[in-house]
């Protein structure tokens, strides 16, 4: 039986690797392909545990994840690829090693990524029925 497929993703969210680990190696001794496939598979909003993982900067998940069959090329449902939640979360070291492995990009949208959050303060301009306002969101 596969597991219910966001448990990965939880997994990967909470850094739980040893719990990940269990899962992948009970299915991969079952039937390889299935794991291959669980390991890539989409849930909340097209996202893989690589993705999610990427996001939260969880560097030992993503190289298990890679090393046992993840697709650095698979978007989530907004074309959100893996090096792209790792450049939004600026973690650098899974920026590479996705590379490493093979990561298709655009290097204008990484760097657009990568800058998004490092201005301290940003203008947000927005419309609201014909009403152009501004918002100053503050970073500290």
């Known amino acids: 039986m596969i597991p219910h497929k966001t448990d990965l993703d ?3 969210y909470k850094g739980d690797l040893a719990s990940i680990k269990n899962q992948i ?3 991969e001794a079952k039937d390889i392909e299935t794991a291959k496939w ?4 989409r849930f ?4 893989t545990c690589l993705i999610s993982a990427s ?4 560097i030992e998940i993503v190289q298990y994840l ?3 069959g993840a697709n650095p090329n698979i ?7 893996p090096i792209y939640a790792a450049a939004v979360g600026k973690h650098y070291a899974i920026i590479e090693l996705l590379k490493k492995h093979g990561a298709v990009y655009d290097e204008n949208e990484l760097q657009k990524k990568l800058m998004a959050k490092t201005i301290p303060g940003c203008l947000v301009l ?6 152009l306002g501004a918002i100053f969101l503050w970073m500290f």
């Open 66 to 68: 890679l090393d046992h």
């Open 44 to 47: 909340f909003q097209g996202d």
């Open 55 to 58: 996001r939260w900067g969880k």
């Open 25 to 27: 190696e009970t299915l």
């Open 126 to 131: 927005i419309s609201a029925a014909g009403i």
């Open 38 to 41: 669980y390991i890539n598979e």
């Open 10 to 12: 939880c997994l990967a």
């Open 75 to 81: 978007p989530n449902n907004k074309n959100a690829l």
